[in-house]
């Protein structure tokens, strides 16, 4: 028989070993878990700051996309006013020629300064408007040869100068026949001012000619008016049976 303290021996021995063993492994199973730890929290953090990046990339976008939309609102109330001041001054100045006609015709003298001042009044609203509707797409046709209501008044730009510089190849709606008759419209109503009642027969016809052709030609603006208005916002309030003011 073996002695038994071979077996004692082989025991220790492989106690030992066993001992050793788990002496080598333990600490490298440990660094082994404490680095997959700190790779599950590394890619969490990395996770967090992607989410977070995004979070704020889209909060970006939407502060970014609000103020275009607020840009956009005010550029197209500022368009909306200067439309409507376009078709109340065109109204303004045929209202105040056609006034002033029907007085003249119907007996009622006008006295030439009351028309000058008058009309210099009409006159300088309706040259800022036009002034501002060229960034609206109003143009004139044939510019350098187009003078707008060229009655000198102090401190008015000429229109004429600004128009004069503008490409023809600009799109929009063609004002200068609407120009030309308001400009004959004035001159001839200025004529019967001048002559004071009863005005020539001639000179009548001529006046409601010039006249009527002045309401047939702003048709046409206030028509882009209305279009452009309800292009970019609610429909604009019209007069009776449906007419536009």
């Known amino acids: 028989m073996p002695d038994p303290s071979i077996f004692t021996i082989i025991g220790t021995l492989g106690g030992a070993a066993l001992g050793a063993t788990a002496a080598l492994t333990a600490p490298l199973l440990l660094h082994r878990r404490q680095a997959r730890e700190r790779l599950e929290q590394e890619a969490r953090l990395t996770q967090r700051e992607r989410e977070q990046a995004q979070r704020e990339e889209e909060w970006r976008r939407r502060e970014l996309q609000l103020e275009i939309d607020r840009d956009n609102d005010r550029n197209r109330e500022a368009m909306t ?54 960034l609206d797409g109003l143009w004139f046709a044939h510019a350098r040869e187009a003078r707008f209501l060229t009655h000198p008044m102090p401190g008015t730009t000429p229109l004429h100068g600004v128009l004069a510089a503008m490409d023809s190849k600009d799109t929009g709606v063609n004002a200068t026949d609407l120009v030309g008759k308001l400009m004959e419209a004035s001159s001839l109503v200025r004529q019967c001012a001048e002559e004071g009642p009863p005005i020539p027969d001639e000179l009548r016809t001529e006046t409601e000619r010039a006249l009527f052709g002045s309401f047939t030609a702003r048709e046409a603006l206030v028509a882009y008016i209305q279009e452009r208005l309800g292009a970019h916002g609610p429909e604009t309030p019209k007069g009776p049976a449906g007419t536009t003011t």
């Not at 376009?86 to 045929?94: E, I, L, P, Y």
């Not at 105040?96 to 119907?106: E, G, P, V």
Request: glycine share 10%; no cysteine; proline share 0%.
């Open 81 to 134: 006013r200067r439309l409507i001041k376009m078709r109340a001054t065109t109204r303004d100045f045929q209202e105040f020629l056609t006034k002033t006609f029907m007085t003249i015709a119907d007996g009622g003298a006008v006295g030439l300064d009351d028309f000058e001042t008058g009309l210099d009044g009409v006159h300088a609203a309706l040259n800022s408007a036009f002034d501002e509707a060229l």
